[in-house]
């Protein structure tokens, strides 16, 4: 069946940086874009950025460029985002969530269980 | 960018109807879709393309779309339909990129 694996609960301090993983298996690696949305705590679901494994070109949410970097190993079928210069603001639930197929519309149909990233000094 | 704006709440009694809209000028050009999240849990799709529902998703759950306002019902509500619903639209910017609505708080009493 379809899986996406993410990667451990992280706990950064305000200035450093924090890369999420999430390897994918149950089907063909190549053909499906992955999208990465948050959640901080008690909010709700907020999207960063989605990344095509073909490739890998990718598009960010305007508010995090500059700050998110999106790569894929298809040695591997591993995803991975990589957050810089964290703050407070960046604690939260990070998903990985693949994305439909097709081009006419966009959504997840299939989503990781979250990576916990807790950036505290 | 779209906004989508959903009520932050919704109660009501098991077996009753339960209506969640979601406003915005993502419609009627954007498709609408549907997740739920229960607590400590990633969200699962379960509507999508308006009306659409995936392999697993239960009968109950429909999706509507008139105007600027997409619904989700849920009819026949369980008490295990518990939980925080999200509309999703294809942002203005580009296809692939996405925008949630604030999310609402389905209460079943």
């Known amino acids: 069946q379809v899986q996406l694996v993410q990667s451990g609960a992280e706990v950064k301090k305000p200035g450093a940086s924090v890369k999420v993983s999430c390897k994918a298996s149950?089907?063909?690696?190549?053909?499906?874009?992955m999208h990465w949305v948050r959640q901080a705590p008690g909010q709700g679901l907020e999207w960063m950025g989605i990344i095509n494994p073909s490739g890998g070109s990718t598009s960010y949410a305007q508010k995090l460029q500059g700050r998110i970097t999106l790569t894929r190993d298809a040695s591997t079928s591993t995803f991975y985002m990589d957050l810089s210069s964290l703050t407070s603001d960046d604690t939260a639930v990070y998903y990985c969530?693949?994305?439909?197929?097709?081009?006419?519309?966009?959504?997840?149909?299939?989503w990781g269980k979250g990576t916990t990233v807790t950036v505290s000094s | 960018s779209y906004e989508l704006t959903q009520p932050p709440s919704v109660s009501v009694s098991p077996g009753q109807t339960a209506r969640i809209t979601c406003s915005g000028d993502?419609?009627?050009?954007?498709?609408a879709f549907w997740y739920q999240q229960k607590p400590g849990q990633a969200p699962v799709l379960v509507i999508y393309?308006?009306?659409e529902r995936p392999s697993g998703i239960p009968e109950r759950f429909s999706g509507s779309s008139s105007g600027t306002t997409v619904t989700l019902t849920i009819s026949g509500v369980q008490a295990e339909d518990e939980a925080d619903y999200y509309c999703?639209?294809?942002?203005?910017?580009?296809?692939?990129?996405?925008?949630f609505g604030g999310g609402t708080k389905l209460t079943v009493l």
């Open positions: 993502a419609w009627p050009k954007r498709y």
């Open positions: 969530a693949r994305k439909n197929s097709g081009d006419e519309s966009t959504y997840m149909d299939v």
């Open positions: 999703q639209s294809a942002d203005s910017i580009g296809l692939f990129h996405v925008v």
């Open positions: 149950g089907y063909t690696f190549s053909s499906y874009y």
């Open positions: 393309k308006d009306s």
